[in-house]
Every structure is written in C-alpha cells, then in structure tokens.
C-alpha cells in the first residue's frame, strides 16, 4: 500500500504562484506513475498532470506551460509548481499513485485562486 499526504494548498491573488507537495509513505522509485489532480464544485475530477518512474510528463491542455510537475526520489515526494494561477484553477487537488497497477489517492488539498 501507498499513503500519500499533499500540503502547500492555500489562498493566492489571480497571477500568483504555489507548489503543491505529496509526500509518499514508501519509495517513489517502486510507484509507477504518480500525479497531481484536481475537482472542482460541481465538476468531475480531472488530471492535471503526471510523471512516470521514467520522468516522463503529461499536461492538462489547460495547464501547459504554467504548471510543472517533478519528483524528489531522495524525499519520495511529487511536486507541483503552479505559476500564472487563475480562478479557474480553484480545486480541491488530490496527488495520486498507482503501485502494482493499484490507485491509491491522498486527501487532497484546497487551492483558492481569488482576489
């Protein structure tokens, strides 16, 4: 099993920056994938982005170019740095993992976007 735990969630003015960190219970190097989404009110989740072991990165079109997504295998930790943030980008983002073909999910955290 994998439990994730995300932090860095919070209030930010349109324009501004966050990065969001999930921190994994056991080496990342054994997870497959992991990633970053997020669910809006009255929306359905959705991918914001992933990484895989072999650092290869997927993007929402939405998020391209303004979010990045990256790993610390010392810190077994996912990042995600988000620039250029617009209330559209309001969610609640949960980090995800998928080990021996398994999802697992954190609790998530809020991401305020407004002025």
């Known amino acids: 099993q994998v439990q994730l735990v995300e932090s860095g969630g919070g209030l930010v003015q349109p324009g501004g920056s966050l990065r969001l960190a999930c921190a994994a219970s056991?080496?990342?190097?054994?997870?497959?994938?992991m990633g970053w989404y997020r669910q809006a009110p009255g929306k359905e989740r959705e991918l914001v982005a992933r990484?895989?072991?072999?650092?290869?990165?997927n993007y929402a079109d939405s998020v391209k170019g303004r979010f990045t997504i990256s790993r610390d295998n010392a810190k077994n930790t996912v990042y995600l740095q988000m620039n250029s943030l617009k209330p559209e980008d309001t969610a609640v983002y949960y980090c995800?993992?998928?080990?021996?073909?398994?999802?697992?999910w954190g609790k998530g955290t809020l991401v305020t976007v407004s002025s």
């Open positions: 995800n993992a998928y080990y021996y073909g398994n999802p697992y």
């Open positions: 056991r080496s990342i190097f054994t997870i497959e994938s």
């Open positions: 990484i895989s072991s072999g650092d290869m990165t």
